[in-house]
Every structure is written in structure tokens, then in C-alpha cells.
């Protein structure tokens, strides 16, 4: 028989749990429960995003198209910031998948568009 004691490494701030200290390390620096996280969506159109005590507090005043505008409509800062709200994300009309796409698609245009400039300027 053998006998294997394995460690398991537990998100600081969600229940995520894995047997990978870098895969939990990594997670947690992105956690959606970590009030200090850093989001990879505004990472990739190079802003820096509002931390998410400030948006909780315009999501609080003003509500969830104050939130959007704040966030510069990134899905991963609305998510985040709903999540750590008091209330439940049922409560809420946003759409995550729908949201996601959105981006994606303006990114993937944007860069399209960019493209199409810089050939444009070679002729």
C-alpha cells in the first residue's frame, strides 16, 4: 500500500482550491474576489483600470450604467465589481458572455482597422 500526502493550495479570496502553488498564485493576483486584482481585459487595451472600491461605490450611488462608463466597459472590472457588491449577480441585467463577445469584437475591429492603415500606408 502507499500512502501519498499531497498539498493543496486555497484562493485567499474565493473557494478555488488547487494542488498548483503557481497556478494559485497566478489565480489569485487575478481573483475577481481580490479587491486589489489586476485585470488582464484592461491590460490588453493598455488602460489602467479604477481599483474596485471606487467602483463599487459608483456602482452603490449611481448603478450599473455609472458602473459601465466607469470601467470603460470592461466585462472582467463590471464582473469583478458585481461580485463584491452586496447583492446577488442575478440582481443585476448584465450579461457576462454577452459582454465578453462585445469586447472581443471591438478588439479583433480595432485591430482589423489598424491593419488595413498601416497597408494602406505602404502603397
Not at 75 to 98: G, N, V
Request: charged letters at 35%; hydrophobic letters at 30%; aromatic letters at 8%.
Amino acid at each position: 500500500m502507499k500512502i501519498k500526502r499531497v498539498l493543496r493550495y486555497y484562493c485567499d479570496y474565493c473557494k478555488k482550491s488547487g494542488g498548483s502553488k503557481h497556478a494559485m498564485v497566478k489565480h489569485e493576483k487575478h481573483c475577481t474576489m481580490n479587491p486589489a486584482r489586476e485585470c488582464r481585459m484592461c491590460a490588453i487595451r493598455e488602460i489602467m483600470p479604477d481599483p474596485i472600491s471606487e467602483l463599487l461605490e459608483i456602482l452603490d450611488k449611481k448603478g450599473l450604467d455609472a458602473l459601465k462608463d466607469a470601467a470603460d466597459n470592461c466585462p472582467m472590472c463590471i464582473f469583478a465589481t458585481l461580485r463584491q457588491s452586496d447583492k446577488e449577480l442575478h440582481e443585476y441585467d448584465f450579461d457576462f458572455k454577452d459582454e465578453c463577445d462585445t469586447f472581443w469584437h471591438d478588439i479583433n475591429e480595432a485591430e482589423r482597422r489598424s491593419d488595413e492603415y498601416a497597408e494602406i500606408n505602404q502603397l
